[in-house]
């Protein structure tokens, strides 16, 4: 008798723990979990959803930036119907140089361009007098032209009669707008 008396006392906390841990703890433990899965499926999408706020935003800072620069480019190369005040402007920087411009004119037919593009890229016979430094001086500062293509040919020529003074001979291509650009931004 006393043999079952232990099995009893024993008996009523192992099957109270077991009734406890069947009846509270394991679906208590299986809620904890699939609110875990949900709350790490929340995180992620969370993560998700900041990573493309943050696309989002890089690309609105993006596209500001790129506005601006347009803007900046539409306004510093010239439209074509006005590039005889482009050519003036050349001339003047010419003389800051300390070179004369002796003639500016159009080589070929590249204003008469096959394709649609929004750009003519004229190219232009350039003849300069001036010593070789500031000859160098003047070109280098067109070059820093956004209008400024490139130098398709160039040749310098010094006669001994005018030692110091060189004759250059170049012809340089140019951007130009074809007309006026629309562009629409903010």
């Not at 005040?85 to 590249?110: C, M, P, Q």
């Not at 820093?144 to 009669?161: P, S, V």
């Amino acid at each position: 008798m006393r043999f079952k008396n232990i099995y009893i006392w024993y008996a009523i906390p192992v099957l109270l723990i077991l009734l406890w841990v069947l009846a509270f703890y394991m679906p208590l433990s299986s809620t904890i979990k699939t609110k875990e899965k949900e709350l790490s499926a929340l995180k992620k999408e969370s993560e998700t959803l900041d990573m493309s706020i943050n696309s989002t935003l890089n690309y609105k800072t993006n596209e500001d930036r790129l506005i601006s620069t347009i803007k900046r480019f539409e306004s510093d190369i010239p439209i074509f119907d006005r590039f005889p005040l482009f050519i003036r402007g050349i001339v003047r920087d010419a003389k800051r140089y300390g070179v004369v411009v002796v003639t500016f004119n159009n080589a070929f037919s590249s204003v008469d361009a096959v394709k649609k593009s929004l750009f003519v890229n004229p190219v232009f016979e350039v003849i300069v007098k001036g010593r070789f430094m500031d000859i160098g001086r003047f070109m280098e500062g067109l070059s820093g032209n956004t209008a400024y293509r490139a130098i398709r040919k160039a040749e310098l020529l010094y006669d001994e009669k005018e030692y110091p003074v060189l004759t250059g001979r170049f012809f340089i291509e140019f951007k130009s707008w074809r007309k006026e650009p629309k562009f629409e931004g903010k």
